[in-house]
């Protein structure tokens, strides 16, 4: 059996996605009481892992297993035994030939930005920028990211190929907060929030647009630098 499962975590108090000794992650925790249940290890495959603290409204990842359970069974005992900043929303068998990673076309994120400090019980959520933001070199520096660029110059990968295509950034503003929603064919390691970085440096005037350009023309690993906060960021979407 090929299962797919839908579901949402708040990133806070994890090291991210992927599995590590002696920390605590989202994976560690889904295979953990996947083996509960099957009695036998069962491994994980996401469609994109997420760093320390990033969450996530729907995250992709499937699993198979040569022992039958309904689905709605499945759903049953993993909401009742995760912990509770982990909720699965859904699982649907599928066929073997599906692969939650490569099988993916795309994913849309949203990096929310506070114009004005949140109360303390937001800290986890919401990124607080304290510097009043500049929409129109926002939407500037978002405008160069669109389209099929090497961005190497805004990732740590070690991946040999780092050519991703941005379909498109939209930028939207209330009195309250900035939402940054990037939706691309795929990213690299902390890639989204070194271009949100890399647009409130140029809104903050630590680079120009120019800068920026000579990143993308010119791309050599990590030389960005900024990368914005962890909480700001979520996976929304999953596109297949």
Known sequence: ?????????DGSNFHGWAKQDN??????EIESCLKTLYQQNIIVTVAGRTD???HALAQICNFKTNKLIPPSNIVKVLRRYLPNDIYVKSIKKMPQSFHARYDAKGKIYKYFIANKR???????????????LDMRLLKTTAKLFVGTHNFLSFTTSKL???TRTINDIKIAKDN????ITVKGNGFLRYMVRMLVGAMLDV??????TNDIRELLIHPKKGAS????KACGLYLVKVCY
């Open 1 to 9: 059996m090929n299962y797919k499962i839908t579901l949402s975590y």
């Open 23 to 28: 920390l605590r992650t989202v994976q560690n």
């Open 52 to 54: 320390a603290k990033v």
């Open 118 to 132: 949140p109360s303390v019980f937001q800290n986890n959520y919401i990124y607080y920028h304290p510097q009043k």
């Open 160 to 162: 040999p190929n780092t």
């Open 176 to 179: 309250q907060q900035t939402v």
């Open 203 to 208: 809104s903050n005037h630590n680079k120009t």
């Open 225 to 228: 630098i900024t990368k914005a």
